[in-house]
Nanobody, 116 residues
Framework: QVQLVESGGGLVQAGGSLRLSCPAS????????MGWYRQAPGMQRELVAR???????NYADSAKGRFTISRDNAKNTMYLKMNNLKPEHTAVYSC??????????WGQGTQVTVSS
């Protein structure tokens, strides 16, 4: 089992920045890809960005140039730096970890609210 606990969300004004963190614990040796997803009210959960163990990243088009995903394997922690936030970025942001055998793990989510 893998446990994920997100932190770093909160209320920020438009144009501000936040950095989300997601430390992993448990059977972390099995984790390959980690990712950030978000779910806005009334919307489906969507991918924001993900990163492989080797640091290969891919982003949703809406996140490119604004959000940066990173991973510190020594600390078993993934981050998401979000710059120039807009009200449409308001959502619950969740951390995901997957192993090569298709098992996925989720954190409880952290609320990000961007005021105009």
């Amino acid at each position: 089992q893998v446990q994920l606990v997100e932190s770093g969300g909160g209320l920020v004004q438009a144009g501000g920045s936040l950095r989300l963190s997601c430390p992993a614990s448990g059977t972390i040796f099995s984790i390959s890809t980690m990712g950030w997803y978000r779910q806005a009210p009334g919307m489906q959960r969507e991918l924001v960005a993900r990163i492989s163990r080797r640091g290969i990243t891919n982003y949703a088009d809406s996140a490119k140039g604004r959000f940066t995903i990173s991973r510190d394997n020594a600390k078993n922690t993934m981050y998401l730096k979000m710059n120039n936030l807009k009200p449409e970025h308001t959502a619950v942001y969740s951390c995901n970890a997957a192993d090569p055998w298709g098992h996925e793990y989720w954190g409880q989510g952290t609320q990000v609210t961007v005021s105009s």
